[in-house]
């Protein structure tokens, strides 16, 4: 079993900056792909960044060059940093934790984000 717990999340004007964090239960990074997915109100979840065991990161076209997925292994906690936030990024934010061997998945709580002046 696996426990993440996001924080972070908060209000934000337009152009500012947040740094989501997502704590997991134990040391896993080696074996899970890790991710952040958002849900807008009446939209689809979808996939924000993610980062596999190696080190690869990867982004949804919407927030190439603002946000950046990135992991402390020592801590066990994935971070996303976003910057020049905009109204279109308000959305409650998962951490999500995908094995690379049994392919289950694990979510966490969300966070929300508001973008707004």
């Known amino acids: 079993q696996v426990q993440l717990v996001e924080s972070g999340g908060g209000l934000v004007q337009p152009g500012g900056s947040l740094r989501l964090s997502c704590a997991t239960s134990r040391s896993i990074f080696n074996i899970y792909l890790m991710g952040w997915y958002r849900q807008a109100p009446g939209k689809q979840r979808e996939l924000v960044a993610a980062?596999?065991?190696?080190?690869?990161?990867n982004y949804a076209d919407s927030v190439k060059g603002r946000f950046t997925i990135s992991k402390d292994n020592a801590k066990n906690t994935v971070y996303l940093q976003m910057n020049s936030l905009n109204p279109e990024d308000t959305a409650v934010y998962y951490c999500s934790a995908r094995s690379v061997i049994s392919n289950r998945i694990y979510w966490g709580q969300g966070t929300q984000v508001t973008v707004s002046s």
């Open positions: 980062i596999t065991p190696g080190g690869t990161t």
